[in-house]
C-alpha cells in the first residue's frame, strides 16, 4: 500500500524566512510520481509540482525549491524568502505511473503560517 | 475559464436524502477523478474514469455512492440516503493521459453538510 508522511502539521515563520516542509513517501512500486500541492484559505487545490521517480535532480522554481531523496524516501518542499501568500495547507502526493493506478494519496498536509 | 468546474460548491442535505454533484472537467482532459476531503486531512481518492469508462473504485466507495461519466466529459457522483458521515469537501479532479501522465487538476470542490 501506498503512505504518505507529512509529519509537520503546523509550522509558523516570520516573513522572508525560509522554511522546508517535509515529505516522507512509502510504496513498493519502482516507478512512480511524487507531487505537491498547495491549499489556500479559498480552498481550492493549486498544483506546484511533479517528479517522477527517475529523476533525482533537484529543482527551483522561482522562491520554491524541491529535494528528492530516493535513498531516504523523501521528497522535501523549501520555500525561501517566505511570503505571506504562502500561508495555506501544503500536500504532498504519491501516484502510480502504471495504467489503472494513477490515483494520488496525499498525506495528511502542513499548515504553513506566514507572519507578517 | 478553463478549469475544472464543480456545482454546486456547496450543499446542505438532510440525513436520507439523495444529493448528486457535478463536475466539468477541463475540456481536452480524457481522466476525471473524484476525492473526498474531511477537516484537517488530505483528500482520499474514491473513483476515476478514462474517457467514459470507471476504471477504479476505492473501497470507501460503499454501495450509497455511484458515479457517471456518460459521454466522457461531465461527470456526476451521487449520494444516496446520506448519512451525517458523508459531510466533506468532494474535489474533482482532471488530468490529460497523453502528456502530462499523473498531473491532475482540481476543480473547487462542492462541501455537502448532511444534518
Known amino acids: 500500500a501506498q503512505k504518505v508522511t507529512q509529519a509537520q502539521t503546523e509550522i509558523s515563520v516570520v516573513e522572508k524566512e525560509d522554511v522546508t516542509l517535509d515529505c516522507v513517501y512509502e510504496?513498493?512500486?519502482?516507478?512512480?510520481?511524487l507531487f505537491w500541492y498547495k491549499q489556500p484559505p479559498s480552498g481550492e487545490l493549486v498544483f506546484l509540482i511533479r517528479?517522477?521517480?527517475?529523476?533525482?535532480q533537484n529543482e527551483i522554481s522561482g522562491r520554491y525549491s524541491w529535494n528528492f531523496q530516493k535513498s531516504t524516501s523523501s521528497f522535501n518542499f523549501t520555500i525561501t524568502a517566505s511570503q505571506v501568500v504562502d500561508s495555506a495547507v501544503y500536500f504532498c502526493?504519491?501516484?502510480?505511473?502504471?495504467?489503472?493506478?494513477?490515483?494520488?494519496?496525499f498525506g495528511t498536509g502542513t499548515r504553513l503560517t506566514i507572519i507578517p | 475559464d478553463t478549469g475544472v468546474s464543480q456545482n454546486p460548491r456547496h450543499k446542505i442535505t438532510k440525513r436520507g436524502q439523495n444529493v448528486t454533484f457535478r463536475c466539468d472537467p477541463i475540456?481536452?482532459?480524457?481522466?476525471l477523478y473524484w476525492y473526498r476531503q474531511t477537516l484537517g486531512q488530505g483528500p482520499e481518492f474514491l473513483t476515476y474514469?478514462?474517457?467514459?469508462?470507471?476504471?477504479?473504485k476505492s473501497r470507501l466507495l460503499s454501495d450509497r455512492f455511484s458515479a457517471e461519466r456518460p459521454k466522457g466529459s461531465f461527470s456526476t457522483l451521487e449520494i444516496q440516503r446520506t448519512e451525517q458521515g458523508d459531510s466533506a469537501m468532494y474535489l474533482c479532479?482532471?488530468?490529460?493521459?497523453?502528456?502530462?501522465?499523473?498531473?491532475?487538476?482540481f476543480g473547487p470542490g462542492t462541501r455537502l453538510t448532511v444534518t
Open positions: 479532479a482532471s488530468s490529460l493521459t497523453s502528456t502530462r501522465l499523473g498531473e491532475q487538476y
Open positions: 510504496t513498493r512500486d519502482t516507478t512512480y510520481y
Open positions: 517528479r517522477n521517480s527517475f529523476d533525482e
Open positions: 502526493a504519491l501516484g502510480g505511473l502504471n495504467f489503472g493506478n494513477e490515483k494520488l494519496t
Open positions: 475540456s481536452e482532459h480524457n481522466r
Open positions: 474514469f478514462q474517457n467514459e469508462a470507471q476504471l477504479e
